[in-house]
Protein backbone atom coordinates (compact mmCIF):
# COMPACT_ATOMS: atom_id res chain seq x y z
CA UNK A 1 0.00 0.00 0.00
CA UNK A 2 1.10 2.99 -1.05
CA UNK A 3 2.00 6.30 1.37
CA UNK A 4 2.95 9.69 0.87
CA UNK A 5 2.57 11.90 3.66
CA UNK A 6 3.25 15.80 3.48
CA UNK A 7 5.15 18.30 5.78
CA UNK A 8 6.69 21.37 6.13
CA UNK A 9 3.23 23.68 5.66
CA UNK A 10 2.45 26.66 7.09
CA UNK A 11 2.18 30.36 7.99
CA UNK A 12 4.93 32.89 6.58
CA UNK A 13 5.06 36.46 4.87
CA UNK A 14 5.16 37.49 1.86
CA UNK A 15 8.64 36.92 0.16
CA UNK A 16 9.66 34.31 2.82
CA UNK A 17 10.24 30.62 2.19
CA UNK A 18 9.21 26.81 3.09
CA UNK A 19 10.25 23.65 2.48
CA UNK A 20 7.67 21.06 1.84
CA UNK A 21 9.01 17.20 2.00
CA UNK A 22 6.78 14.52 0.85
CA UNK A 23 8.37 10.48 2.82
CA UNK A 24 6.84 7.97 0.58
CA UNK A 25 6.50 4.23 1.27
CA UNK A 26 4.82 0.98 0.54
CA UNK A 27 6.28 1.89 -3.56
CA UNK A 28 10.06 1.38 -5.58
CA UNK A 29 10.91 5.16 -5.29
CA UNK A 30 12.95 5.46 -7.47
CA UNK A 31 10.56 4.02 -10.29
CA UNK A 32 8.36 6.84 -9.79
CA UNK A 33 7.85 10.36 -10.70
CA UNK A 34 6.74 12.16 -8.47
CA UNK A 35 4.75 15.89 -8.14
CA UNK A 36 3.88 18.32 -5.84
CA UNK A 37 0.02 19.98 -7.01
CA UNK A 38 -2.27 23.09 -5.18
CA UNK A 39 -6.08 23.62 -5.08
CA UNK A 40 -6.36 27.47 -3.75
CA UNK A 41 -10.25 27.61 -1.95
CA UNK A 42 -12.79 28.33 -5.19
CA UNK A 43 -10.03 26.47 -7.60
CA UNK A 44 -9.10 23.82 -9.47
CA UNK A 45 -6.37 21.78 -8.20
CA UNK A 46 -2.91 22.50 -10.35
CA UNK A 47 0.09 20.65 -11.32
CA UNK A 48 3.42 22.87 -9.57
CA UNK A 49 5.87 20.73 -10.32
CA UNK A 50 7.44 17.58 -11.02
CA UNK A 51 10.35 15.33 -11.01
CA UNK A 52 10.78 12.22 -13.44
CA UNK A 53 12.67 9.43 -12.46
CA UNK A 54 15.51 10.43 -14.20
CA UNK A 55 15.91 13.74 -12.22
CA UNK A 56 13.94 15.90 -14.86
CA UNK A 57 11.90 18.49 -13.59
CA UNK A 58 9.16 20.31 -15.00
CA UNK A 59 7.41 23.57 -13.57
CA UNK A 60 4.27 25.56 -13.85
CA UNK A 61 4.67 28.95 -15.48
CA UNK A 62 3.27 31.04 -11.58
CA UNK A 63 6.09 29.11 -9.60
CA UNK A 64 9.33 29.25 -12.01
CA UNK A 65 12.58 30.76 -10.58
CA UNK A 66 10.54 30.75 -7.26
CA UNK A 67 10.34 26.65 -6.76
CA UNK A 68 12.55 23.86 -7.05
CA UNK A 69 11.39 20.41 -6.82
CA UNK A 70 14.15 17.68 -5.99
CA UNK A 71 13.97 14.33 -4.77
CA UNK A 72 16.23 11.83 -2.43
CA UNK A 73 15.80 8.37 -3.61
CA UNK A 74 17.70 6.88 -0.84
CA UNK A 75 15.25 8.47 1.50
CA UNK A 76 11.89 8.21 -0.75
CA UNK A 77 11.50 11.48 -0.35
CA UNK A 78 10.39 14.12 -3.07
CA UNK A 79 11.26 17.91 -1.74
CA UNK A 80 9.64 21.51 -2.71
CA UNK A 81 11.80 24.36 -1.67
CA UNK A 82 9.35 27.56 -2.39
CA UNK A 83 11.10 31.05 -2.26
CA UNK A 84 9.92 34.54 -2.90
CA UNK A 85 6.49 33.41 -1.33
CA UNK A 86 3.38 35.42 -2.75
CA UNK A 87 -0.18 35.40 -1.07
CA UNK A 88 -1.18 34.20 -4.62
CA UNK A 89 0.78 30.87 -3.52
CA UNK A 90 -1.66 30.10 -0.76
CA UNK A 91 -3.20 26.74 -1.20
CA UNK A 92 -3.31 23.64 0.03
CA UNK A 93 -0.08 21.40 -1.55
CA UNK A 94 -0.16 17.71 -2.37
CA UNK A 95 2.25 14.90 -2.95
CA UNK A 96 1.77 12.71 -5.92
CA UNK A 97 3.95 10.13 -7.03
CA UNK A 98 2.75 8.28 -10.97
CA UNK A 99 4.27 4.70 -12.29
CA UNK A 100 3.27 4.03 -16.13
CA UNK A 101 -0.12 3.36 -15.97
CA UNK A 102 -1.01 2.65 -12.53
CA UNK A 103 -3.72 5.22 -11.09
CA UNK A 104 -1.49 7.83 -9.24
CA UNK A 105 -1.44 7.84 -5.44
CA UNK A 106 -1.95 11.00 -3.36
CA UNK A 107 -0.94 12.45 0.38
CA UNK A 108 -3.24 14.34 2.16
CA UNK A 109 -2.16 17.72 1.96
CA UNK A 110 -0.49 20.37 3.96
CA UNK A 111 -1.62 23.72 4.39
CA UNK A 112 0.30 26.65 2.85
CA UNK A 113 -0.89 30.27 3.97
CA UNK A 114 1.53 33.06 2.59
CA UNK A 115 0.09 36.58 4.12
CA UNK A 116 0.66 39.84 2.40
Known amino acids: QVQLVESGGGLVQAGGSLRLSCAAS????????MAWYRQAPGKQRELVAG???????NYADSVKGRFTISRDNAKKTVFLQMNSLKPEDTAVYSC??????????WGQGTQVTVSS
Open 96 to 105: NSQFRNRPPD
Open 51 to 57: ITSEGTS
Open 26 to 33: GLIFSLNT
